[in-house]
């Protein structure tokens, strides 16, 4: 399903938070959010997913605006898996991944063998089947993070939201994780702070400067280092990784002088 945001403005107790914000991401690929902390990623992922309504603008899905539908309507279309997560579900993982179940429920009847067998699989393809009878709560954060994205996976949405997907998570199963995503085939937006990862695995990018729209396009186009200096305020070289041809973004800090005289282009 193809997802569209339209002249998106987000205002927050009075301040604009995202602004004008326009980008199209076709059915089946996978867009990378980037940005600086307080660039606006997270308020524009909640705007994608209700939590936020817009000031101005739309959010489509196909052809349809968002905020036309119902919360149960868009929750069979939109998954989600954000940033914050309760950490005293009073739940087995078991039962966590099933909560993605509930948009496609009426009423309170016990789990079909398809649901049971549908998180049973999501919990191993994110390498937390062993974890199925423990408790939510006792989990690291790793763990709870795994469980939340095969929660994800269970809703059975066209269209899967990320906030910072990758955060507490070892390097191996960053690298697992982000494979996985790609591989399922769905429309994806992630909001990450790795450009690494956001160049391995994105088709396209958004850059965000201080909730406006600095660049956008394949990572390839745009994770180049004057962008990477004049958003993130670091010095980027862009080198060939030793054993494929993909590229490597390297990164050093800028001097103190330079990070004085460095004045961003993007104003609110």
Do not use: W
């Not at 119902?70 to 087995?92: G, I, K, M, N, W």
């Amino acid at each position: 399903m193809r997802v569209r945001c339209d002249r998106l403005c987000v205002t927050l107790n009075g301040r604009a938070i995202v602004h004008d914000v326009t980008f199209t991401v076709p059915t089946g690929t996978f867009l990378g959010l980037l940005g600086p902390n307080g660039s606006g990623k997270s308020t524009l992922l909640r705007a994608l997913y209700r939590l936020h309504k817009p000031s101005r603008g739309h959010v489509l899905l196909g052809e349809r605006d968002l905020r036309s539908m119902s919360a149960r309507e868009s929750a069979r279309l939109v998954a989600v898996v954000a940033q914050e997560s309760p950490h005293d579900f009073p739940l087995t993982v078991r039962d966590v991944a099933l909560l993605g179940r509930v948009p496609h429920q009426r009423g309170f009847g016990s789990d079909s063998q398809y649901e049971l067998d549908l998180a049973a699989e999501a919990l191993r393809s994110v390498g937390a089947a062993h974890l199925a009878a423990r408790m939510f709560a006792d989990l690291s954060g790793g763990e709870k993070q795994r469980v939340q994205l095969a929660r994800a996976l269970v809703q059975e949405a066209p269209v899967l939201i990320l906030d910072e997907p990758t955060n507490h998570l070892d390097i191996g199963f960053q690298l697992e994780l982000m494979a996985m995503i790609r591989e399922r085939g769905l429309t994806t937006i992630a909001a990450l702070h790795d450009l690494n990862l956001a160049a391995t695995f994105c088709d396209d990018v958004v850059v965000l400067a201080q909730g406006s729209v600095a660049a956008a396009g394949p990572p390839a186009d745009v994770l180049q280092p004057g962008l990477i200096r004049e958003v993130f305020g670091v010095t980027a070289d862009i080198v060939p990784h030793p054993h494929d041809s993909r590229t490597v973004i390297a990164f050093s800090a800028l001097r103190a002088v330079d990070a004085v005289k460095l004045t961003p282009r993007f104003k609110e």
